[in-house]
């Protein structure tokens, strides 16, 4: 899930942005209303997080000029601006929903999961949770990170439980492609989460669904 985050106070854009990619978020920031139609150009998101308060133009001007050149990405309101007046601007032009600052990251991050994540996309191993869009990965209550080359591993083998990845798939992760140097990543991860990955001799590995 790719987000656009327009925030003009830098200590909290800076924040959101780390703790959203901690969650599994792909997050791109604008500073300034102009820089959000640059970043839209060019890219696609899948939700806008958008300050009003910003230079050149606010938050309000930026998600009505998206909206009336056809852009239905869905957009939240994180503001200081509480009176009934605002809140009620910022739905009127198209919001699916409105923060008050100030307001703990998890809010946010609870607001976002209930209406754009889907239970049904989750897999689960064990005691592992895989969400395949966000790539968040969490065993028990912990986020755990894989790293690029384990992560992608990973991902290749849980969204294809019960089936053969074959191991030519699995070595173009890798930076040096190699047998010897896919089986080290493989123990890896059995020995990080604790998980089975067998071995079909000759033809590559593959996760069972328990």
Do not use: W
Not at 64 to 87: H, M, V
Not at 154 to 177: G, R
């Amino acid at each position: 899930m790719r987000i656009l985050l327009l925030e003009d106070d830098q200590i909290l854009c800076d924040s959101l942005k780390e703790f959203l990619e901690l969650e599994g978020y792909k997050v791109d920031v604008a500073h300034r209303g102009p820089e959000v139609f640059d970043l839209t150009f060019t890219h696609k998101y899948d939700l806008y997080i958008l300050d009003v308060n910003v230079p050149e133009v606010d938050g309000f001007d930026v998600l009505s000029a998206l909206k009336e050149a056809g852009d239905e990405t869905p957009a939240i309101y994180i503001t200081a601006l509480t009176d009934i007046n605002s809140i009620s601007k910022g739905f009127a032009i198209g919001a699916e929903d409105y923060i008050k600052k100030p307001f703990d990251p998890e809010e946010l991050l609870i607001r976002i999961k209930r209406k754009y994540q889907n239970d049904d996309e989750l897999l689960y191993l064990n005691d592992i949770v895989y969400n395949p869009v966000t790539r968040v990965l969490k065993k028990g209550e912990q986020t755990i990170g894989l790293g690029d080359v384990q992560q992608n591993i990973f991902h290749a083998l849980i969204t294809a439980q019960n089936k053969i990845v074959d191991s030519y798939t699995l070595m173009d992760f890798l930076e040096q492609p190699t047998a010897n140097a896919l089986r080290v990543n493989l123990a890896k991860l059995k020995n990080k989460l604790g998980i089975e990955i067998k071995n079909i001799r000759g033809k590559g590995y593959m996760i069972e669904k328990v």
